[in-house]
């Protein structure tokens, strides 16, 4: 018996250690993420799926009533006890995230709570543009290096933004690096108080922008921040390290609309531009041609049919007509992205007749990615 040669998923599965599922909203993505991971924890491996996304999704695909946290939840795959891997599921939280990295460098319980009540802490820990893909790619870091997992698959937000993150390690070291950042740092190296700094010109011209307060936040904010600076910095190099190593592999999924197309299209681009490939395309919600033969013999059948008399067949031949023809219109949305990834690279998954909120709907779901 002949072996099926192993498709972009399967080599994915064999090859990585992260899976990072992309793409537009609407698409899918969520559940395609959660389906590859139930499907890897059947395989025998130790899987945690992470949501950068806020909303709800994975925890509605793993039919999980009370929601998913920022720690690693256990997912029960009862229905199936011979499963010999695991499955864990969690939502990113960047504050929580942020906070843990806060007590992991500061030299003292002391430096770390005068970091966490800080007014400008909770400022950049919440609303910085950046920090929630920083702590995604953080988080995705931690989980990598934690010993229950083998395989890590993070769901990325559905917008342009989405690999943001992958920017987000060398946006840390360049502010790190900055000089704006060393200025202020310099007081807690000087041992300087917060009213002299603030007498310095720059810094005044920054507080007539911002206000007194903010600034006076901010300044005491670096003050407590000494000596943390290497320890992200070191991290944040680690982390660009991971996201682009050979274990780290992208998996687009878009639908057959042309937005779509066109966003896995950018993403594709976006990764190319960072020297990252496309592993796999996962094409969602596609119209199921019911068998092979062509639109056009379908409509002949039912002129056919309409001449001997039998209108019942010749309505249904016409309506399989219709079907294969929107099947034909799907594949022409979609030839622009096969061209740009490969044929190869290229996995389908059928309009399905109901929404997946549960085990049984993702291994669907997943008996069409890998072809189980």
């Known amino acids: 018996m002949n072996t099926p040669p192993l498709t972009a998923l399967?080599?994915?599965?064999?090859?990585?250690?992260?899976?990072?599922?992309?793409?537009?909203?609407?698409?899918?993505?969520?559940?395609?993420?959660?389906?590859?991971?139930?499907?890897?924890?059947?395989?025998?491996?130790?899987?945690v799926v992470v949501t950068i996304d806020p909303a709800r999704r994975l925890a509605d695909a793993l039919g999980l009533s009370d929601g998913l946290s920022?720690?690693?939840?256990?997912?029960?795959?009862?229905?199936?006890?011979?499963?010999?891997?695991?499955?864990?599921?969690?939502?990113l939280d960047p504050a929580t995230t942020f906070d843990?990295?806060?007590?992991?460098?500061?030299?003292?319980?002391?430096?770390?709570?005068?970091?966490?009540?800080?007014?400008f802490y909770h400022n950049i820990a919440g609303a910085l543009s950046g920090t929630q893909e920083y702590m995604a790619a953080e988080k995705l870091y931690q989980l990598h290096r934690d010993d229950r997992f083998d395989l890590v698959v993070v769901d990325t937000p559905p917008t342009r933004n989405a690999l943001d993150f992958l920017d987000a390690p060398a946006t840390l070291t360049r502010f790190i690096n900055h000089r704006l950042f060393r200025l202020l740092m310099?007081?807690?190296?000087k041992g300087l108080k917060v009213l002299n700094v603030a007498a310095q010109p720059v810094l005044r011209t920054i507080g007539k922008v911002v206000g007194g307060e903010v600034l006076t936040d901010a300044?005491?904010?670096?003050?407590?921040?000494?000596?943390?600076?290497?320890?992200?910095?070191d991290r944040a190099d680690a982390v660009s390290d991971l996201l682009h190593s050979p274990i780290t592999h992208y998996v687009l999924v878009a639908s057959p609309?042309?937005?779509?197309?066109?966003?896995?299209?950018?993403?594709?681009?976006?990764?190319?531009?960072?020297?990252?490939?496309?592993?796999?395309?996962?094409?969602?919600?596609?119209q199921p041609r019911f068998g092979d033969a062509t639109a056009e013999e379908a409509?002949?059948?039912?002129?056919?049919?309409?001449?001997?008399?039998?209108?019942?067949?010749?309505?249904?031949?016409?309506?399989l007509a219709e079907l294969r023809a929107l099947a034909d219109a799907e594949e022409a949305?979609?030839?622009?992205?096969?061209?740009?990834?490969?044929?190869?690279?290229?996995?389908?998954?059928?309009?399905?007749?109901?929404?997946?909120?549960?085990?049984?709907?993702?291994?669907?779901?997943?008996?069409?990615?890998?072809?189980?």
């Open 10 to 47: 399967d080599i994915v599965l064999r090859d990585a250690q992260i899976i990072v599922s992309c793409g537009s909203g609407g698409v899918g993505k969520t559940t395609a993420a959660a389906a590859i991971a139930l499907h890897a924890a059947a395989l025998g491996k130790r899987v």
């Open 70 to 91: 920022n720690e690693p939840t256990r997912v029960e795959i009862r229905d199936e006890p011979d499963t010999p891997g695991e499955l864990w599921a969690m939502m």
């Open 100 to 119: 843990g990295l806060v007590h992991q460098y500061a030299e003292t319980p002391e430096q770390a709570e005068r970091i966490l009540a800080n007014g």
């Open 186 to 189: 310099l007081p807690a190296r």
């Open 219 to 233: 300044i005491a904010f670096f003050q407590a921040f000494e000596g943390m600076e290497i320890g992200f910095r």
């Open 257 to 286: 609309r042309h937005d779509t197309v066109d966003e896995a299209r950018y993403f594709a681009g976006r990764l190319a531009a960072s020297d990252l490939a496309v592993a796999a395309v996962v094409v969602n919600r596609l």
């Open 299 to 319: 409509r002949e059948a039912s002129v056919l049919a309409e001449a001997s008399g039998r209108a019942d067949l010749a309505a249904l031949w016409r309506n």
């Open 333 to 372: 949305v979609i030839a622009p992205l096969v061209a740009d990834t490969g044929a190869t690279a290229i996995h389908r998954v059928p309009l399905l007749s109901d929404d997946v909120h549960d085990l049984g709907g993702l291994r669907q779901i997943a008996d069409h990615l890998f072809r189980v």
